[in-house]
């Protein structure tokens, strides 16, 4: 078998669409393509002529399984055209509100997409026959998720809550304390899981990565901080766009984002983890340990351990913010901006998302830039492919077709973000 | 249950944003159940596994972008014994739907750094545009109970139980003070169809139509008691242009006060 082509026609157990094409000539990767087919939406174009108000309503669509942070990012660059920061109660709620977005996405990450892969079952459902409890366990942990952000949002998908300067309303110390035990049987719950998917099988391998994520002086990071890598980066947001590019590349309707003159990077769940390992609680600390990945890891598989250790973090999070909370007095503060310039850049479940607008002074958007997590790691996700299928060419067609997915499930890649899903195909000539 | 014998589900996705399709992965108490009752055939979102149509239903979210989908969905409702579309993008065109009011060409120089590698439609339009559509279910996201509901009546033929009058019955139902009455906040709930629960108003904000327009909606005197509270042309054109700026009475009221 000295040519061949591996084709993934709609790559499952992502979000969005996409496929993925691997072309082999006389037993070298000749290409690997990550297909992007998510139709474009348009997104920052029909932004422009729009209030500054509606950006983090607007922007929410371009995800549904991460809203959450599009209304971070968005409502945050408005604040800063404003040069205004919001702190108290509702700087804290906006975490506690990101800690249901950690969770939600998450569980539903470790569970119903990623560790199907480890034990060789095609989705959760099939996995639930012999692994009733964990799969049940998953979805209860999803569940509470959700749970936090229907009460601070007023729903999961789409939170109608947020709002440029805070929120509409703020939830009552009574109905967060009703979310406590639910939340503590959450913490509980992902130490298991931490414990459970240290325990899948892993094959040896790892990557030197370039991590990029937000690093803040004393907070594992959610929506503020500057943007650090593990090779030099050290800036404010304002400088984004001067060391990351994005690029247009052919095959994909998601732009590419890479570093200046520089290779791919890898944002996410490993680079939060291994810049800000030291900002973890004792509790994620101690099981990290445990699991066997304290401080580094740089195995895309072991991203499920790490997942599971941002779980049992945001529930931690989320349970000392109740514990402190006192109800501000207005839900929101009033933020007036005028003609400007905004940044903002919030770590999604994926990694960092980052929002630029200008506005005017009638605070309609005359400009808007949104570089989602999933386009900065697609260049890594098909270096991360093509050296593997360079070291297993021999593999079993069917074989190879799946381990490809696996890498590209590894990155819990959205790919509507993105495109602002996938395909695999292998072509061997 | 064998899974022979169970009706075949699938579901499909065009220009959306994957919410739709979240919330069936969102009923946590009802997925192991329904995975007893139906057979997920396709789900890409959700399992790898793939079983050949025709399927008994098909649930279909997203607008029509471009002419590979506009052929695609003419082989889905071919494969599929029931079609119901989820979500304002697939019901209205969603808010992608805002390029249908502008040049696309422009839009995609905005975007994209090389506008020849991208190949899609000037408009955004809803799935009933292109093949018969059974049933519509609205909101920008769908919600969970009207979707288990609407599941449960076609795999046991019946009509689904899904109202079509305004997001003011539920606010009623709830006890929520009119927010256009007692804090003088525009809302656009005496428009649009019921769904959600009413929970703008609920967090002291006007509804803003994820669900689209009711039954026989009456948006001209809606418009002129907004512009009573201070609303310009642009803020009416801006109000009905978001989530279902398609739908045909609100792209009709956006272009009277557009003039
Ligand atoms: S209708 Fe709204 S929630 Fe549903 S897919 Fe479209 S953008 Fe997402």
Redesign the interface.
Same mark, same amino acid.
């Given at each position: 078998m000295k040519n061949k082509t591996i084709n993934v026609d709609?790559?499952?157990?992502?979000?969005?669409?996409g496929a993925l094409r691997v072309d082999i000539q006389d037993n070298q990767v000749k290409d690997v393509k990550l297909n992007i087919f998510?139709?474009?939406?348009? =997104?920052? &174009? =029909?932004l422009?002529g729009?209030?500054f108000r509606?950006a983090p309503?607007?922007t929410a669509?371009?995800?549904?399984?991460c809203?959450v942070a599009y209304q971070m990012s968005a409502s945050h660059a408005m604040e800063d055209i404003a040069g205004r920061k919001i702190g108290g109660p509702i700087r804290e709620l906006r975490r506690l509100l990101y800690c249901g977005e950690w969770i939600e996405s998450h569980a539903?990450h470790v569970f119903?997409?990623h560790a199907p892969d480890f034990l060789g079952y095609?989705? &959760?459902? +099939?996995m &639930?026959a012999e692994y009733p409890d964990q799969?049940?366990m998953g979805?209860?942990l *999803? *569940?509470i998720g959700?749970a936090l952000m229907d009460l601070l949002g007023?729903?999961?998908?789409?939170p109608?809550?947020p709002?440029v300067g805070g =929120?509409? *309303?703020v939830p009552t110390r009574q109905e967060l304390d009703a979310m406590v035990d639910d939340l503590k049987w959450a913490k509980d719950a992902s130490l298991e899981t931490v414990k459970w998917v240290s325990t899948l099988p892993f094959p040896d391998f790892e990557i030197d990565y370039e991590f990029v994520a937000l690093r803040h002086p004393d907070e594992y990071p959610f929506n503020e901080g500057r943007i650090v890598s593990n090779k030099g980066v050290d800036i404010p947001l304002s400088e984004f766009e001067k060391v990351f590019e994005e690029?247009?590349? +052919?095959h994909s309707?998601a732009?590419h984002a890479h570093r200046k003159n520089g290779g791919p990077y890898l944002v996410g769940p490993l680079a939060r983890y291994n810049l800000n390992y030291d900002r973890l609680t004792p509790t994620v600390q101690k099981a990290a340990e445990e699991a066997g990945i304290a401080e580094t890891c740089k195995s895309p598989h072991k991203s499920i351990i790490v997942r599971s250790l941002e779980l049992l973090y945001a529930c931690e999070e989320a349970l000392r913010i109740i514990d402190q909370y006192a109800k501000p007095e207005c839900?929101y503060e009033e933020v007036k901006p005028g003609a400007g310039r905004g940044y903002g850049c919030t770590e999604a479940p994926r990694g960092i998302l980052y929002h630029r607008y200008d506005i005017d002074d009638n605070g309609a958007i005359t400009d808007a830039k949104i570089v989602p997590p999933t386009s900065q790691n697609q260049e890594m996700i098909e270096s991360d492919l093509r050296s593997y299928v360079e070291n297993h060419l021999e593999m079993e067609e069917e074989e190879l077709q799946?381990k490809c997915?696996q890498i590209v499930r590894n990155y819990d890649p959205?790919i509507?973000c993105s495109t602002? =899903?996938l395909k695999l195909d292998i072509n061997r000539k | 249950m064998d899974n022979n014998q169970k009706p075949k589900l699938a579901v499909w996705?065009?220009?959306?944003?994957?919410?739709?399709? #979240?919330?069936l #992965?969102?009923c946590?108490?009802e #997925?192991?159940a329904i995975?007893d009752k139906i057979q %997920?055939a396709y789900f890409?979102?959700?399992?790898?596994?793939?079983v050949e149509g025709p399927y008994d239903l098909s649930l279909v979210e997203g607008s029509i972008?471009?002419p590979e989908?506009k052929e695609r969905i003419q082989k889905i409702r071919e494969e599929s014994n029931f079609l119901i579309t989820i979500g304002a993008c697939a019901t209205s065109g969603? %808010?992608?739907a #805002?390029?249908n009011f502008?040049d696309?060409k422009?839009?995609?120089s %905005?975007?994209?750094?090389?506008p020849e590698? %991208?190949s899609?439609l000037d408009t955004?339009t809803p799935i009933a545009d292109h093949v018969e559509v059974d049933f519509e279910l609205r909101g920008?996201?769908i919600s969970k109970a009207q979707l288990l509901e609407v599941v449960n009546a076609f795999l046991f033929n019946r009509r689904p139980n899904i109202p079509s009058y305004s997001v003011c019955i539920e606010c009623k139902r709830r006890g929520t003070p009119c927010v256009m009455v007692s804090q003088g906040e525009p809302c656009l709930g005496p428009v649009t169809q019921a769904g959600?629960g009413a929970?703008?108003p609920?967090?002291?904000?006007g509804c803003?139509s994820?669900f689209g327009p009711k039954e026989t909606p009456n948006e001209r005197s809606l418009s002129r008691q907004f512009v009573k509270m201070g609303y310009t042309n642009e803020d009416l054109v801006?109000a009905y242009r978001?989530?279902n700026a398609q739908s045909d009475s609100f792209r009709k009221e956006s272009e009277y006060y557009e003039e």
């Open positions: 709609y790559l499952s157990r992502v979000e969005g669409e998510e139709p474009p939406r348009y =997104f920052e &174009a =029909f422009r729009r209030d509606e309503d607007i669509r371009i995800c549904g399984i809203p539903l119903m997409l095609e989705d &959760a459902l +099939q &639930a799969v049940k979805l209860k *999803k *569940k959700n007023g729903r999961s998908v789409h109608i809550s709002r =929120f509409y *309303k690029e247009h590349v +052919q309707t732009l839900p799946w997915e959205c509507s602002h =899903f | 996705k065009f220009a959306s944003c994957d919410g739709c399709q #979240l919330t #992965l969102n946590e108490d #997925l192991l995975a %997920i890409p979102e959700a399992t790898r596994a793939v972008t471009t989908d969603g %808010i992608q #805002l390029r502008k696309v422009e839009f995609t %905005i975007v994209y750094a090389s590698y %991208i899609t955004s920008c996201p959600c929970i703008c609920f967090y002291n904000r803003y994820c801006r978001m989530f």
